[in-house]
């Protein structure tokens, strides 16, 4: 990592570190004991009062002011800053101060065009090294990186990177502001860094990647070191922590599951000191991602541990969505496909999972053979030696059966005739077939020893077996259920519940 140094810049005028002085007051949000409505209003006064010297840094200072404390929208904002930055009589540190803005509200926005983002930094870039501003160079290039690396896009983070180590010497600040400047956005690039080699991590093996993710630890707890006082910015890089690591994926462990889970009770625990609904957004956000990933690696072991992960993912994230639709804030839109997503995986594998195996009593014994078969593989079969009992009405426990079964599989052989409660047993798999979504029931056919398929089962494609392996094998292509992952019965695979 480039050692960034503290060298001098040139005096800014008045209303130039009052810009700066202002806006960090803007985004270092409320402090625990002020309140948030008339920290806002007393910002919007200050800036007013500096508007007849200023002009366009007073107008961009309160756009900023109003997108944060969400009076106007993300959407909103661009479309106000843009003319602003565009206008070439405007001071360059605004103009690249509004590029820069503009920038970070477009990246994920659903309604702004997917490289939209990478034309604002570039932008914002030209003119900083037109007016010979490094720190500014340096400022854009670390956000970059972090949108970069969100992206999981290596070449582009490698080569930020590079360009981040060429700016040489980085200016410290003169005043306190500019100091203070300097050290939030020194360990904000260690925390993009420290994505950056996360996302090394995620191409390498378990073994060689242990150390990318020790160093970004390091990198990230540096980061939070240098700001104890500041709860936002704190809390905020601790949570952001939890979500690269989440973002590892299925080679996520249990022992990173444990970091994972350590450090969003750290931050859980100052999220009530300062009042910041981005803040809380952004914690439940990714608490519902690491819910979700936990329910992804332990599918194929714990079905119904992941189905408790994906609903507590769901109700995180549905309070992420409340926080930042009140922030007006585009992430909702993002964070609420998410939850959607998950949705789907929930209502997927809470579908009927058992298998109606329906036969002639002639068969009962070829039928359990596939009975004990489809068991050992981890399926739910039907059988009705298996769920009957006695006393109970016939008919009434057969559709149920069906209803609870996500595939009606028919055992053709010489014996089978549509007769009955054969025929009963059609119609009931024909009503499920006909009244569940596409792909949620199917209907499989089995015919064995060159025997007769009914009429009423032609309706759906059938299959000729020579023998029963290659019968288990379309039952097994045929059904809208699959078996979990192949794994040593001795590995423990996913967290614990």
């Not at 949705?343 to 596939?370: A, C, M, N, W, Y």
Request: charged fraction near 30%; hydrophobic fraction near 40%.
């Amino acid at each position: 990592m480039n050692k960034i140094g503290r060298a001098s810049r040139n005096q800014a005028s008045d209303y130039e570190a009052a810009f700066r002085r202002l806006r960090r007051r803007i985004f270092l949000g409320a402090k625990p004991h002020e309140n948030r409505t008339a920290r806002f209003a007393r910002l919007l006064r200050d800036i007013r009062q500096m508007r007849a010297s200023s002009g366009p840094a007073s107008q961009v200072l309160e756009i900023f002011a109003n997108q944060f404390y969400g009076t106007i929208s993300t959407d909103d904002t661009i479309l106000q800053l843009r003319p602003i930055a565009g206008d070439l009589q405007t001071p360059a540190f605004v103009r690249i101060a509004a590029y820069a803005r503009c920038s970070a509200l477009a990246y994920k926005n659903a309604c702004c065009p997917g490289d939209l983002h990478v034309s604002f930094r570039e932008k914002a870039l030209q003119l900083a090294k037109e007016n010979g501003l490094v720190y500014e160079a340096f400022v854009i290039l670390a956000n970059w990186l972090f949108a970069a690396t969100y992206a999981d896009d290596l070449p582009t983070s490698e080569r930020i990177v590079r360009d981040i180590e060429s700016l040489g010497s980085i200016p410290g600040g003169n005043t306190k502001e500019e100091r203070a400047d300097f050290i939030e956005w020194n360990a904000r690039y260690k925390t993009h860094l420290a994505k950056y080699l996360l996302l090394k991590a995620k191409a390498i093996s378990r073994v060689d990647r242990d150390g990318l993710i020790k160093e970004a630890g390091d990198l990230y707890q540096a980061a939070i070191d240098a700001e104890p006082a500041e709860d936002h910015r704190r809390v905020n890089k601790q949570i952001e922590w939890a979500n690269r690591l989440i973002d590892l994926g299925e080679s996520v462990w249990e022992a990173d599951f444990v970091q994972i889970e350590g450090i969003l009770e750290f931050a859980h625990r100052s999220l009530d000191s300062h009042g910041c609904d981005l803040c809380r957004a952004f914690y439940f956000e990714t608490a519902g991602g690491m819910a979700e990933l936990q329910g992804d690696i332990l599918l194929n072991t714990d079905r119904q541990g992941a189905l408790r992960y994906w609903e507590s993912s769901i109700e995180r994230r549905r309070e992420s969505v409340r926080l930042y639709s009140l922030a007006r804030h585009h992430f909702a839109k993002v964070t609420q496909e998410a939850s959607e997503k998950v949705e789907e995986k929930l209502k997927t594998e809470t579908l009927p999972q058992k298998i109606f195996l329906s036969h002639k009593g002639v068969d009962k014994e070829l039928v359990r053979r596939f009975y004990h078969v489809l068991e050992e593989l981890g399926f739910q079969p039907w059988l009705d030696e298996k769920a009957l009992t006695a006393g109970t009405r016939l008919h009434r426990d057969i559709q149920r059966g069906f209803k609870e079964s996500c595939a009606g599989v028919f055992f053709v052989t010489k014996a089978f005739k549509d007769e009955k409660y054969i025929a009963a047993e059609i119609d009931y798999a024909n009503t499920e077939y006909i009244e569940r979504p596409e792909g949620q029931f199917a209907v499989i056919t089995i015919a064995f020893e060159d025997s007769v398929v009914p009429e009423s089962l032609r309706r759906w494609v059938y299959k000729n077996c020579d023998s029963e392996l290659q019968a288990l094998l379309e039952i097994l292509r045929a059904l809208p259920v699959q078996t979990g992952s192949v794994h040593s019965r001795k590995t423990t695979v996913g967290p614990k519940i």
